[in-house]
Structure formats: structure tokens, C-alpha cells
């Protein structure tokens, strides 16, 4: 794995205005640095209103910081607007949680996939074939082109909104809560694709998630996140297992179990599944 980071974000503020009479300034995240290489999925965990959505919005240029840097490949992209934004929207693409939102309804899946081909200047023809082939990648027969969302479950939506995300091929996908909304079985099946994807684009994913046991599956990297502030990064299997900050492990105890028995044969299903993926 290349050790130059795709994306870095050094010393990140970002703060947002009040909807209140004062529309005072609170910061949401304190300074904030991390770093995503190329190829690796760096996982992203903390309670809610913690800020992991914020980051992701910062390196999608959503949001303007209050100040430091983000990189991309070592050029700084935050601020940037106009085309070379629109340039950069190619190289980073997002999943969000929920399938039944994130389409747009009215449009086809082929029209939904053919939108971000089209508008990097793509013929028709090409196109065609670059949708048949993202459809295979995502296990969704062909005929799928010519259907609405509405004729889809939730994991089909979700194999739909990654396929829209790989169309222009980018080098990083930020999975917010890319797989929370589905049942346990989907999930599965999902963070499957996401793996077998990556091993054979390379791509890398900022991968957003309050589940403890999926980051830890899916991340080579996690940090966690506490308020505003990186509170605890590294190696994906020692956060998650036996982390050095008071907050982590907090998290860690506090992880929703809700039949013990049954989350320990979910963990070990998931460790047995994965262990040959991530090879
Ligand atoms: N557009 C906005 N305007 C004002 N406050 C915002 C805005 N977006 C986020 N916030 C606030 O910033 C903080 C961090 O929110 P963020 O969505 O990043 O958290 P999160 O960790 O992703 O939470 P969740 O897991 O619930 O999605 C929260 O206090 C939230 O209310």
C-alpha cells in the first residue's frame, strides 16, 4: 500500500452559525487531523451529533472550515470552487444511509447511472456499456437499467447508490452509515461488495459508521471521534479491541449488545467472511 496520503486533513475547524436570534458560531469539530492512503478504508466511529458526517461534508467541500487544511494527493482542495471543484467532485464520491431517499425517484437506475457519465462528457454508446458494466459489479441484473427505484429493496437502492458512486472511478468513497439502515443479512452482502470492490479498484473509503464490529471488519485504519476531536487513531483491530482512550473504550462497553451470545457468533461470522476478503 502506498504510503502518501490520497487525502489529508490537517488542523481542521469547522464551525456552524445558530438559527437563533444571535446566530452565534459554534464549533462542531476542535481541530481535526487525519489521513486516508490510497487503497485503505479508514474508519470513522463516534456517537452521534460527535461530527463524523461534518468530515466527511469537509472533504466533499460541503462545508467551509474555519481554518486548516485538507490534501488531495498533497494539493490543497479545501476552498476550491468552480471547475476544479467539479474536477476534484469526480475523484470523491459519497453513499449515504438511506436507499429510500438518496435516489432521485422519477429517474431510471440507467438514467441515474448514466447522469454522472454523461455529464463528464461520455457518448451515449460508451455509456451504455459503462452502466452494464457497474450494474455487474454490483450483482443487479442488466434489465435493472430500465426500472425505478420503487422496484427495488433497500440493498438493491444500496448496490444502486454504490454503482453511481464507481461510475466516474473515483479514488475515494465516504460511506456514511452506508449500510445502517439495512437488515443484518443485507448489511452483509453490502459490506461484501464494498471489499471485493475495493480489492479490485483500489479504491479507498472514508467509512462512517456508529457500529463498532463493521468498522472493525471493514477499516485497515479507525479513528474515533469524541465531540469535535480525534480522540484515538490507528491500526482498525487495536481501537477497536483494546483502545488506549478512556472515551473509546467507553464506546466499546457501551456497544449496543443486545443478545451477547448472539452479537459474539455475529462478530465471529463476521471475522470468518471477511479474514479472506481483506487478504
Ligand atoms: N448544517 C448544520 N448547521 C448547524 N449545525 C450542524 C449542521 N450540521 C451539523 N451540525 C451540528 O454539528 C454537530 C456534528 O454533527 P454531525 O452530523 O457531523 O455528527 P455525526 O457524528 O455524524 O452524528 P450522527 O451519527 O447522528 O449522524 C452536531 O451537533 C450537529 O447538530
Known amino acids: 500500500m502506498n504510503a502518501t496520503p490520497l487525502i489529508e486533513l490537517d488542523d481542521v475547524r469547522v464551525a456552524f452559525?445558530?438559527?437563533?436570534?444571535?446566530?452565534?458560531?459554534?464549533?462542531?469539530?476542535?481541530?481535526?487531523?487525519?489521513?486516508?492512503?490510497?487503497?485503505?478504508?479508514?474508519?470513522?466511529?463516534?456517537?452521534s451529533g460527535s461530527g463524523k458526517t461534518t468530515i466527511g461534508r469537509a472533504i466533499l467541500g460541503l462545508v467551509p472550515l474555519e481554518s486548516g487544511s485538507i490534501r488531495f494527493r498533497g494539493e490543497r482542495i479545501d476552498g476550491l470552487r468552480g471547475t476544479r471543484r467539479r474536477a476534484l467532485a469526480t475523484q470523491v464520491q459519497v453513499v449515504f444511509q438511506d436507499p429510500y431517499t438518496s435516489l432521485?425517484?422519477?429517474?431510471?437506475?440507467?438514467?441515474?447511472?448514466?447522469?454522472?457519465?454523461r455529464a463528464q462528457g461520455m457518448g451515449l454508446a460508451d455509456a451504455r456499456r459503462r452502466i452494464r458494466e457497474l450494474l455487474d459489479a454490483v450483482a443487479l441484473p442488466s434489465g435493472?437499467?430500465?426500472?425505478l427505484p420503487r422496484e427495488f429493496s433497500g440493498g438493491q437502492r444500496q448496490r444502486v447508490a454504490i454503482a453511481r458512486a464507481l461510475a466516474i472511478r473515483p479514488a475515494l468513497i465516504v460511506c456514511d452509515e452506508a449500510v445502517s439502515a439495512l437488515d443484518l443479512t443485507t448489511q452483509r452482502t453490502v459490506l461484501e461488495l464494498l471489499l471485493s470492490i475495493q480489492k479490485e479498484t483500489g479504491v479507498s473509503y472514508l467509512f462512517i459508521s456508529h457500529d463498532l464490529s463493521v468498522v472493525r471488519h471493514m477499516s485497515h485504519r479507525v479513528s474515533v471521534i469524541y465531540?469535535?476531536?480525534i480522540v484515538e487513531s490507528g491500526d482498525a483491530?487495536?481501537?477497536?479491541?483494546?483502545?488506549?482512550?478512556p472515551y473509546s473504550r467507553k464506546l466499546l462497553l457501551s456497544a449496543p449488545v443486545v443478545d451477547p451470545a448472539a452479537q459474539a457468533e455475529r462478530r465471529r461470522q463476521f471475522e470468518s467472511e471477511f479474514a479472506g476478503a481483506r487478504r
Do not use: F, M, Q, Y
Not at 432521485?104 to 457519465?117: M, R, V, Y
Not at 435493472?144 to 426500472?147: L, Y
Not at 483491530?237 to 482512550?245: F, G, I, Q, R
Open 227 to 229: 465531540r469535535g476531536d
Open 144 to 147: 435493472a437499467a430500465d426500472r
Open 104 to 117: 432521485n425517484p422519477s429517474l431510471t437506475i440507467g438514467d441515474t447511472l448514466a447522469e454522472p457519465l
Open 237 to 245: 483491530a487495536v481501537v477497536t479491541s483494546a483502545p488506549s482512550h
Open 17 to 47: 452559525t445558530g438559527g437563533g436570534l444571535r446566530r452565534t458560531k459554534t464549533e462542531v469539530l476542535h481541530g481535526v487531523s487525519l489521513d486516508i492512503r490510497p487503497g485503505e478504508t479508514h474508519g470513522l466511529v463516534g456517537e
